[in-house]
């Protein structure tokens, strides 16, 4: 006979007491004080992280070079969009600047390999609602 016992899950406080992001941070050697971008990095939806799903392989070692070309070129596009006053366009392009802004900071202290496993955490990261 199977007792079921009523466990109450309570979501982790942090995405840095997610398991995956722990042995992430203990296996890469994350520093503390980068824990911040990481947890701003968890308020983008998941799709953003897919569509990085294979820069950084591409990129390698211009990772860093790349990623400021690519925040350079989405800036440019924000500001002649401006003038369409197309709010969700600009909304859509100022959530990317700001991703990439994220990752051009993680990327200036970790390498390639780093910011692509980064990335690969957020990609399979089950999101309980």
């Not at 070692?61 to 070309?69: I, P």
């Not at 994220?102 to 980064?118: G, H, I, P, Q, T």
């Amino acid at each position: 006979m199977l007792i079921e016992k009523n466990i109450e899950l309570t979501p982790p406080k942090s995405i840095l007491d997610e398991d995956d992001f722990k042995e992430m941070i203990s296996e890469r050697e994350i520093k503390p004080e980068d824990f911040e971008i990481i947890e701003k990095l968890s308020s983008f939806p998941k799709n953003i992280f897919i569509d990085y799903h294979n820069y950084f392989l591409f990129s390698k070692e211009n990772t860093l070079r790349d990623l400021k070309h690519d925040l350079q070129n989405y800036q440019n596009e924000l500001e002649k969009i401006r003038q369409f006053n197309n709010q969700n366009h600009i909304n859509s392009l100022e959530k990317r600047i700001a991703f990439l802004r994220l990752f051009v900071e993680f990327a200036k202290r970790y390498d390639w390999c780093v910011c692509n496993n980064l990335n690969r955490v957020f990609e399979r990261r089950k999101i309980k609602k």
